[in-house]
């Protein structure tokens, strides 16, 4: 099998033969999905924990659904509410749970790292479902499927990743992923708004919706993520919007089969405009939530199955 991960940590971890086994597997729970008998035994008596030290609507609720529709026993801790807010520190929490023999633990964190360090304690499959400003890549992997889908292939397309991109672990998640599938990514949005080491990545920025947005393919947006900012990041949301928010008037750059793409939760009226969002003609963004669900079904499907096959391997230590 082309997937030989222990964790889903980072798309950085991935060879493209991965994404592409990950991406076909997701095709199939697409199918499955969309049938009246969604339930499958696949990871039957595997418990999955559900970790998520910061607010979550779509993942957590995406992660549990595909766990739950794979069978396992899925749990989620609510992190707001618990020990953690007594002093337990991150280790403490994980021996704990580890303790109790999850198979699968999906976390989220407002710090970048930490998923990875609590990978290192567990003897479990973990999948980040987001760390501070560093990954996210079941997202990342849910956006390519929708690309996929949508224009037929996932490479030589002219991508532009708009907006706040120096706060986003999507942005990042997703530059490293259409880069590895060669495909031609492009940021476009304020300077305040870019990375300092955006160099390092090799792609081309551009301040102006016009130029950035020319012949795209796609046009992926992104979330203003005022609680990252301290600061005067942006003159005004209003002013944002004028300059940066997806209208039908800068959408009208792009070329006319061009998608736009917005990883949620959409602040209408500050980087997108409602009826951009809404329209069936060039918003794929319900199709990325459905997607979402077959790619975290896929990915623990797959750990699952590099799990079971190192147990096996492995005598249990009594
Ligand atoms: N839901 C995504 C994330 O958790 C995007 C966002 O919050 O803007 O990073």
Redesign the pocket.
Known sequence: MAFRQKHLLGIEHLRPEEITTLLDLADQYVDLNRQDMKHTDTLHGLTQINMFFEN?T??QASFEIAGKRLGADVMNMAMQASSIKKGETLIDTALTLNAMHPDLLVVRHPHSGAVDLLAQKVNCAVLNA?DGKHE?PT?ALLDALTIRRAKGRLHRLNIAICGDVSH???ARSNLILLGKMENRVRLVGPATLMPSQIGEFGVEVYEDMEEGLKDVDVVMM??L?RERMDGGFIPSEREYYHRYGLDADKLSFAKDDAIVMH???MNRGVEIDGDIADDINRSVIQDQVEMGVAVRMAAMDLLARNLRAERANKPVEV
Request: aromatic share 0%.
């Open positions: 979550s779509r993942t987001g996210h997202q986003s672990r999507v992104l979330r993520q990883p949620g939760p």
